[in-house]
């Protein structure tokens, strides 16, 4: 009796091995309902939030030795957070990366030519992983869903093609015209998802091509605009909202990459103190983005298409008439 108390107290003694990351997330992130990606999510955003605000605010120490360059520290700060928010949207909605961004990094006085490749090496990273993560996270199947792998191929050959047919055309078309119908066309295809929200469309390869064609002419004459009709026009094609996002963001990954290939061959050069701070903060959101997408219920993901689209087709048509 007394030998098997001792032989007890000596195994009660030992401790179970933990690594000192998890006892910290149990620690300071407890709770069941937080997934172990949002909790190691949290502490690596509180750190580089720490360590960017440490950079502005004690910027002759270079806590993050040249992530910046030439830029002062709480701009360097303000890209990041501002990559982060946007890039989550994109990553959870297919839509709203450069349409936002764009527009911000202007109004903070950066170079449409310092903007464009920043914003092409960031999209093309966060693509290409978020693409990766919905397959892991199961909302897309790259592998295995034969009708995945020809969205995204016939996608990214539109994309491709979309600069060159944009070029020859637009002497000839009036932008603002082309801008309106795909203004009312994006606001159209919003509609469509939310009439029928309920019902599973039956795909029709025909819708994509016509709508992934407008979408890449638009992207090659105005750089905008492909979220929307790429992700809503995949719904409204018979895809499902979940598989609408991942293929968005895999397909223009790999149109980014095609452009940034134009830029290198064009001499171009990569603004590394803008490119630097966009592309890390628009890569910490995808994990959460994708994940996001994995919680939701289908009809919710397609509810917040179909929303978005029509607030990005109203809002086109607002700027149209100011």
């Not at 026009?233 to 991942?246: E, I, L, R, T």
Request: aromatic share 6%; proline share 3%.
């Amino acid at each position: 009796m007394y030998a098997r108390n001792e032989s007890t107290a000596v195994t009660m003694s030992v401790p179970r091995k933990q690594s000192v990351l998890k006892t910290f997330l149990h620690k300071y992130l407890p709770g069941q309902a937080l997934p172990l990606r949002i909790r190691l999510w949290v502490v690596m955003m509180l750190g580089l939030v720490g360590l960017l605000g440490l950079h502005a605010a004690f910027s002759e120490y270079h806590f993050i030795p040249n992530i910046g360059g030439d830029l002062a520290g709480g701009m360097v700060l303000a890209v990041f957070l501002m990559a982060v928010a946007c890039e989550y949207v994109d990553s959870s909605l297919g839509m709203g990366y450069g349409t936002t961004l764009t527009p911000l990094l202007l109004l903070m006085g950066f170079e449409p030519l310092q903007i464009v490749p920043a914003v092409l090496l960031s999209e093309f990273c966060t693509g290409i992983i978020a693409g990766l993560l919905h397959h892991r996270d199961g909302n897309v199947d790259l592998l295995r869903d034969r009708k995945v792998r020809k969205t995204i191929i016939l996608l990214s050959l539109l994309s491709a093609v979309g600069a060159v047919s944009a070029a020859m055309l637009a002497l000839s078309i009036s932008k603002y015209w082309l801008t309106a119908i795909i203004a009312i066309i994006i606001l159209s295809v919003g509609f469509v998802i939310l009439a029928t929200i309920r019902r599973q469309l039956r795909f029709r390869a025909g819708h994509l091509v016509a709508l992934g064609a407008v979408a890449a002419f638009n992207k090659g004459l105005s750089g905008g605009g492909y979220g929307p009709l790429v992700t809503g026009g995949q719904v409204v094609s018979g895809m499902s909202g979940k598989q609408a996002v991942a293929i968005t963001s895999l397909a223009e990954g790999l149109t980014c990459l095609i452009g940034l290939i134009a830029y290198y061959f064009m001499a171009s050069t990569i603004n590394w103190s803008l490119a630097m701070p966009l592309t890390l903060g628009a890569l910490m959101s995808v994990p959460l983005a994708t994940l996001t997408v994995r919680k939701m219920p289908e009809n919710m993901v397609r509810g917040c298409i179909g929303g978005a689209t029509c607030v990005l087709g109203v809002l086109m048509i607002i700027k149209l008439l100011l």
